[in-house]
């Protein structure tokens, strides 16, 4: 199946703006974020020392904010759309 990712602020200079990548049934959105995070060298940005995700790291599947469980538990379909971008911060 095919996920669209896209990126923003400091994960778009890590893994760019968009990319669609060929990924498992049973892909979830924890599953895709780290294999492109292996690829990227870029693990510790994403994920806690215990292989969970940040809860600080916005992840949204087709327009809904997930959870990290959501994040690590909810399996992907064709042609769903992911986003992920860093906490929002400034005055």
Do not use: W
């Not at 400091?10 to 294999?35: C, P, V």
């Amino acid at each position: 199946m095919k996920i669209t990712i896209r990126s923003f602020a400091r994960f778009r200079e890590i893994f760019g703006e968009e990319q669609t990548i060929e990924t498992t049934d049973d892909a979830t959105a924890k599953t895709i974020l780290s294999a492109l995070c292996e690829s990227k060298g870029c693990r510790e940005t994403l994920f806690a020392g215990d292989s969970t995700l940040h809860p600080h790291i916005t992840v949204i599947l087709n327009g809904r904010r997930l959870s990290v469980k959501e994040a690590e538990e909810t399996a992907l379909a064709d042609g769903d759309a992911l986003v992920v971008y860093p906490p929002v911060s400034g005055g």
